[in-house]
C-alpha cells in the first residue's frame, strides 16, 4: 500500500503546512495511541501504555510535543516528556525504562522550518511499515476523548540526559581513554548541544565545542554532519587532533583531519571499514557488513580481500538495519554518516559511532593515538562521478532508465569496468531526477562514462 504521511523515515514536513500542524500531530497522537493500546492490551492486560517523547532543538517542537501529549493522553496513553535530547537517546531510553514506545520530533538535517516525527519500538528500533499502515488507517478516523478517569497522564524524564551520557561512555572499551586527544565537536545547534561535549569530555578528551548555542532557528545552519567548513575551519585553527560533526538530531556522524593547511574528510564508508577493522584485531569474527546502494566500489572491495561478505540495501537507515538484521550481523554504515553497530545500540547512533573510530585510534600496542588517514591507509577509496539528469517526473525518470538503449549502454559500461568499478542508475525518491553515477579506479574514466550515460538520456 502506498502511504500517504509515511515515507522512508516517518512523517516530515514545512511547519504549518500539513502534516506539521498542530491539529495533525493531535490526531497523529490519537492514531497511534490507538494502535499502542491494542497491542498492549493482547500483550499486557489493562496496564495502559506508556510513550517516550523526545525532540531535537527546533522552535516548532514546543508546540508538536505539547499536540502529540494531549492526543496520546486523550486515547489513555501515559506520556513521558524527554525534552531535546538526540534521536538514538529516545532509542536507548525505551528500552531502559521498558516503555511501550518512543517518539522523536526531528526533522534530522533539515532547516529549522522543517520538522518531522519519528516512531521507534519498546526494543528500540524504528517501527516497522505495519505500524505506519495501521496509524494511516486510523488517522481517517475520529477518535474521542476518553472521560476524565480514563485519560492518561504525563510527566517529565528530568535526568534523560544524564542516563544518555553514562550509556553512551558505556560503549567506550573501559580499559581506553581520550587523554592526550584535541577534539573539535560540532553540534550542530541540535539535540546533542548539552550531551555530546560531557561525553568526550569524560572519557579524557580535550573538546572544543561548536554548534552548542541552538536558539530554535540555527539547527543545521551552516553547521552540522551536511555543512562542514565550520568544522574544517576550526579544526584547523585549534590544530585540534581531529573534527567531529553531528547532524541535529545526532544519529550521523562525519569525522576530519588535518592535512597540512587543509584537511581530509571521511564518510560513513570509511569510518564503518575503520570499526571492522578495530573489530577484527580485537579478535571478533565479522562475517559481513551492510552498506547500501551508494556506498563506495572501493569499500566493497576492501571487505572482500579481508574475506568479509557485503551487502548493499536501499538508501536509507531502516533499510541498513532490515538488512543486518535478515544476515545477522552487526556491522552496517550508509555513507552519509549513519552508522550501526548493533552490538553496542539498537540504532544509527553520531556520538556512540565517533567513540567506535576513536577507540579503533587509541587502542594499539604503542599506546599512542594513531591518525584516522594512517589507520585506513589500506582502504582505496574509488573515485565516484555523480550527474543529475532532469525528467519530467519520477514515473517517467523509471521508465527511462528501463530503456533498451539505456540498459544496453550501462551493460557495455558496466563490461568496460569490469571488476575495477560499477555503474549505478536510480531515479530520486524525492526530486524529478535521474542520478547517474559511475565509480572507477581512475577518475578520468568515471567521468567519461557518466557523461556517455548521461547524454544517452536526452
Same mark, same amino acid.
Given at each position: 500500500?502506498?502511504?500517504?504521511?509515511?515515507?522512508?523515515?516517518?512523517? $516530515?514536513?514545512?511547519?504549518?503546512?500539513t502534516p506539521m500542524t498542530a491539529d495533525f500531530v493531535l490526531r497523529l497522537g490519537q492514531a497511534a495511541g490507538i494502535i499502542l493500546c491494542e497491542q498492549h492490551?493482547? *500483550?499486557?492486560?489493562?496496564? $495502559?501504555?506508556?510513550?517516550?517523547?523526545?525532540?531535537?532543538?527546533?522552535?516548532?517542537?514546543? /508546540?508538536?510535543?505539547?499536540?502529540?501529549?494531549?492526543?496520546?493522553?486523550?486515547?489513555?496513553v501515559d506520556v513521558v516528556l524527554a525534552g531535546p535530547i538526540p534521536t538514538p537517546a529516545v532509542a536507548y531510553l525505551v528500552r531502559a525504562l521498558r516503555?511501550?514506545?518512543?517518539?522523536?520530533?526531528?526533522?534530522?538535517?533539515?532547516?529549522?522550518?522543517?520538522?518531522?516525527?519519528?516512531?521507534?519500538?519498546?526494543?528500540?528500533?524504528?517501527? &516497522?511499515?505495519?505500524?505506519?499502515?495501521?496509524?494511516?488507517v486510523q488517522l481517517k478516523i475520529q477518535h474521542p476523548t476518553l472521560a476524565s478517569e480514563q485519560l492518561g497522564r504525563a510527566r517529565r524524564l528530568d535526568d534523560a540526559v544524564g542516563r544518555y551520557i553514562e550509556f553512551c561512555k558505556s560503549t567506550f572499551p573501559s580499559n581506553l581513554s581520550l587523554s592526550g586527544l584535541k577534539i573539535v565537536l560540532d553540534c550542530a545547534h541540535g539535540a546533542a548541544y548539552h550531551s555530546a561535549p560531557l561525553i568526550f569530555h569524560e572519557l579524557g578528551a580535550t573538546v572544543i565545542t561548536i554548534g552548542n548555542t541552538p536558539d530554535g532557528f540555527n539547527i543545521n545552519a551552516k553547521v552540522g554532519a551536511t555543512h562542514i567548513d565550520a568544522l574544517c575551519q576550526a579544526t584547523l585553527e585549534h590544530q585540534a587532533d581531529l573534527g567531529i560533526a553531528l547532524d541535529g538530531d545526532a544519529d550521523r556522524v562525519v569525522m576530519v583531519e588535518p592535512n597540512g593547511d587543509?584537511?581530509?574528510?571521511?564518510?560513513?564508508?570509511?569510518?564503518?571499514?575503520?570499526?571492522?577493522? *578495530?573489530?577484527?584485531?580485537?579478535?571478533?569474527?565479522?562475517?559481513?557488513?551492510?552498506?547500501?546502494l551508494m556506498s563506495n566500489f572501493g569499500l566493497e572491495s576492501a571487505f572482500k580481500k579481508m574475506g568479509i561478505a557485503f551487502v548493499r540495501s536501499k538508501v536509507g537507515d531502516r533499510f541498513v538495519l532490515e538488512a543486518l538484521q535478515e544476515n545477522g550481523w552487526l556491522l552496517g554504515a550508509e555513507n552519509s554518516g549513519h552508522i550501526l553497530c548493533l552490538d553496542k545500540h539498537s540504532t544509527g547512533d553520531g556520538t556512540v559511532s565517533a567513540l567506535q573510530v576513536l577507540a579503533a585510534l587509541v587502542d594499539n600496542?604503542? *599506546?599512542?593515538?594513531? $591518525?584516522?588517514?594512517?589507520?585506513?591507509s589500506d582502504l582505496t577509496m574509488y573515485?565516484?562521478? /555523480?550527474? &543529475?539528469?532532469?525528467?519530467?517526473?519520477?514515473?517517467?525518470?523509471?521508465?527511462?532508465? &528501463?530503456?533498451?538503449?539505456? $540498459?544496453?549502454?550501462?551493460?557495455?559500461?558496466?563490461?568496460?569496468?569490469?571488476?575495477?568499478?560499477?555503474?549505478?542508475?536510480?531515479?530520486?525518491?524525492?526530486?524529478?531526477l535521474i542520478r547517474v553515477m559511475v565509480e572507477a579506479k581512475e577518475k578520468a574514466q568515471a567521468q567519461s562514462c557518466a557523461e556517455r550515460l548521461a547524454d544517452a538520456f536526452n
Open positions: 500500500m502506498t502511504q500517504q504521511f509515511f515515507g522512508t523515515d516517518g512523517i $516530515r514536513g514545512r511547519v504549518g503546512t492490551l493482547a *500483550n499486557r492486560g489493562h496496564k $495502559r501504555p506508556t510513550v517516550l517523547i523526545g525532540k531535537d532543538t527546533r522552535i516548532s517542537g514546543y /508546540m508538536l510535543e505539547a499536540a502529540l501529549e494531549a492526543g496520546f493522553s486523550s486515547v489513555g516503555l511501550s514506545a518512543g517518539v522523536v520530533i526531528s526533522a534530522s538535517h533539515n532547516p529549522y522550518h522543517d520538522n518531522g516525527i519519528k516512531f521507534f519500538s519498546a526494543q528500540g528500533s524504528k517501527l &516497522n511499515d505495519a505500524f505506519e499502515h495501521a496509524v494511516e587543509k584537511v581530509r574528510v571521511f564518510d560513513g564508508d570509511q569510518l564503518l571499514y575503520a570499526i571492522v577493522k *578495530n573489530r577484527l584485531q580485537s579478535g571478533e569474527k565479522i562475517i559481513g557488513a551492510v552498506g547500501t600496542p604503542s *599506546n599512542k593515538t594513531l $591518525r584516522l588517514s594512517d589507520y585506513l573515485p565516484q562521478v /555523480m550527474i &543529475n539528469v532532469p525528467v519530467a517526473s519520477p514515473q517517467i525518470g523509471k521508465e527511462k532508465i &528501463n530503456a533498451p538503449k539505456i $540498459r544496453a549502454l550501462q551493460h557495455a559500461i558496466e563490461t568496460e569496468l569490469g571488476d575495477k568499478g560499477r555503474v549505478l542508475l536510480r531515479p530520486s525518491g524525492t526530486e524529478a
